[in-house]
């Protein structure tokens, strides 16, 4: 019954910033933890970066650490990732994803809901 939606995708130039945003459908759902994945045309969805509910403990891929910043808001069951100095190798669908268990969380086996994704592409 939980269903996630992201926001704001869009179009930016390299070295721009962006802000992706992910809703749960309602507030009753309580994750364990909740993560960022990404996926280019031709490749295989990748893990980007993931937070861990009860902690706020924070996990990111090498590739966008020091850039990319998650976030969460507990009494809404939000959660954002804030995209900075944003590359053309960023250009990918992201999707949020949740999970109720004790799961590995770089890993999109991990993870029991998914949101539709949204678009976000990066020109040179």
């Known amino acids: 019954q939980v269903q996630l939606v992201e926001s704001g995708g869009g179009l930016v130039q390299a070295g721009g910033s962006l802000r992706l945003s992910c809703a749960a459908s309602?507030?009753?759902?309580?994750?364990?933890?909740m993560g960022w994945f990404r996926q280019a045309p031709g490749k295989e969805r990748e893990f980007v970066a993931a937070?861990?509910?009860?902690?706020?403990?924070?996990y990111y891929a090498d590739s966008v650490k020091g850039r990319f910043t998650i976030a969460r808001d507990s009494a809404e069951i939000t959660m954002s990732l804030h995209m900075n100095n944003l590359k053309p190798e960023d250009t990918a669908v992201y999707y949020c994803?949740?999970?109720?268990?004790?799961?590995?969380?770089?890993?999109?086996?991990?993870?029991?809901?998914w949101g539709q994704g949204t678009q976000v592409t990066v020109s040179s």
């Open positions: 309602g507030r009753t759902f309580s994750p364990y933890g």
């Open positions: 937070i861990r509910w009860g902690s706020g403990a924070t």
């Open positions: 994803a949740a999970r109720d268990r004790t799961s590995a969380y770089a890993s999109a086996a991990g993870y029991d809901y």
